[in-house]
């Protein structure tokens, strides 16, 4: 049964920093790659960052580049969202998904994933 477990969410000021952490377990395979989304309330679902695991190279929506860092240790499961210089539209629930399998051109897709975490909450007050 695979698991993803999102941590690090909170409530933080405009301009402030959360680092957002999303660790996996179980399964007997090597997972592709990993993605965060977020959902506004009353929004869609929208892809933020993704990193394929075995190569380490990552895309950004162009709303977070230069905000947002995505990143993993590979020794502890885990991948990272490093979110800096937050702004109040940055406020939404925070997804990982995980794709076992490559694709071409469907990791900023939700619906290309396997498997998903709970979600956590970012909270972001002007």
């Known amino acids: 049964q695979v698991q993803l477990v999102e941590s690090g969410g909170g409530l933080v000021q405009v301009g402030g920093s959360l680092t957002l952490s999303c660790a996996v377990s179980g399964g007997t395979f090597s997972p592709h790659a990993m993605g965060w989304f977020r959902q506004a309330s009353g929004k869609e679902r929208e892809f933020v960052s993704y990193?394929?695991?075995?190569?380490?190279?990552?895309y950004d929506a162009d709303f977070v580049k230069g905000r947002f860092t995505i990143s993993k240790d590979n020794a502890k499961n885990t991948v990272y969202l490093q979110m800096n210089s937050l702004k109040p539209e940055d406020t939404a629930v925070y997804y990982c998904?995980?794709?076992?399998?490559?694709?071409?051109?469907?990791?900023?897709?939700?619906?290309?994933?396997?498997?998903w975490g709970q979600g956590t909450q970012v909270t972001v007050s002007s």
């Open positions: 998904a995980l794709r076992t399998t490559d694709c071409l051109g469907c990791l900023t897709n939700g619906r290309a994933y396997d498997y």
């Open positions: 990193i394929r695991l075995e190569m380490g190279s990552t």
